[in-house]
């Protein structure tokens, strides 16, 4: 995942925020977002610790990830184009440059790096780059970069467990983009499970205690790749415009859907889920219906478990009713419309899971813990 450190603990000036060896750093960027941070009056520097393992993201890294992207032609997967795949390509080919090596002899690896892509993208006849205005912010971003502690954040990590310090390991991007399994090839080029807190943090798996997994009341996706509960009509638009469901990092309209419980179940499984975080709920106020998908259905067939590749299946719609109120000034369970409560005890039962924390509006403090 890429680094981003508007992390949850950022804004509680008593919190130590960690960037993991998991993530992918693009050092202007987090330059960038580090000074947005400190104008609005965040203190960082003794707050945010930077792992020595993690990789960096080169200019030349997003060069590549949009030759790549061209060369695929119609078959795009609709990749941010900020560097991330071809990063995580050379940590696997293990020629990547980590935040430890700004420390020692950057200038001759950076180089050498630099060369190695630079040959790759003149193999694909992709030429037509000017990098020289990123190339100085980025390497200003690689000294600014130098003003945080950059350690072995997992013997920090591990030390604040055997203290019985609470730790909370927050991760990026939904289950179905992880690279193992994710709608591949329409995957992110890491891993988006909390398995990754483990290989990402150095945090071993029986130290792991409650997992949450975080899902909206609705579907939502950016980029290519199935989406069996799209809707193509006025209900998707309505669901993207009151949501405001457009991409992060790209600004691309994302795709929406009715909730799809197949997912929904699949993702409880491969993360280990105890417990649910239903977000946006507001979204759908003002809907008397609400769809539901339990099942897969084609040619004939129909399945309630993720099928190995998603592409051509039709969603089996449930009707659920719509609460018709609105929720965004709720603050206590016991104040939830009935017909609420009962979407939540819908999904609850369908899971097997709770649902321990509703989000009714884009408030941080609009949040029930049940």
């Not at 950076?110 to 193999?123: G, W």
């Amino acid at each position: 995942m890429v680094a981003t450190i508007s992390l949850s603990g950022i804004f509680d000036e008593g919190k130590v925020n960690i960037i993991g060896n998991g993530c992918v750093i693009a050092p202007d960027l987090f330059m960038a977002e580090a000074q947005e941070l400190e104008t609005a009056g965040y203190t960082l520097t003794n707050r945010l610790h930077i792992s020595r393992r993690a990789h960096l993201i080169l200019p030349t890294h997003r060069v590549l990830d949009r030759a790549y992207e061209a060369a695929k032609g119609k078959n795009k997967v609709g990749t941010t184009g900020k560097g991330i795949g071809p990063t995580y390509s050379d940590k696997a080919a293990r020629v990547g440059l980590r935040v430890g090596d700004i420390l020692e002899n950057f200038e001759e690896k950076y180089q050498t790096l630099k060369a190695r892509h630079e040959q790759i993208l003149r193999d694909l006849h992709f030429t037509d780059y000017d990098i020289a205005d990123e190339e100085k912010k980025w390497l200003e971003g690689v000294e600014y970069m130098k003003k945080f502690p950059l350690t072995d954040t997992e013997f920090e990590i591990n030390r604040a467990l055997e203290q019985g310090k609470n730790v909370l390991a927050e991760g990026a991007q939904g289950s179905l983009l992880d690279i193992d399994h994710g709608t591949y090839p329409y995957v992110s080029s890491s891993s988006s499970t909390a398995g990754v807190v483990c290989t990402g943090l150095g945090v071993a798996p029986n130290r792991i205690g409650r997992i949450f997994g975080i899902f909206k009341a609705y579907s939502t996706r950016v980029g290519g790749g199935p989406f069996v509960v799209e809707l193509f009509d006025e209900t998707g638009d309505t669901i993207r415009h009151i949501g405001n469901e457009y991409g992060a990092v790209t600004g691309r309209n994302r795709r929406c859907g009715w909730l799809d419980l197949v997912a929904l179940k699949y993702a409880i499984m491969i993360n280990g889920v105890t417990d649910l975080v239903m977000m946006k709920s507001d979204v759908l106020d003002d809907f008397e219906t609400i769809k539901v998908c339990t099942a897969y259905t084609k040619d004939g067939v129909t399945v309630t478990d993720m099928p190995y590749d998603t592409e051509g299946w039709q969603p089996v719609w449930e009707d659920v009713p719509g609460w018709h109120t609105p929720l965004s000034e709720l603050r206590n369970e016991k104040d939830f419309p009935k017909k609420f409560a009962d979407y939540i005890a819908y999904i609850e039962r369908a899971t097997g899971t709770p649902i321990s924390i509703v989000s009714v509006s884009p408030d941080r403090e609009a949040t029930t813990i049940r």
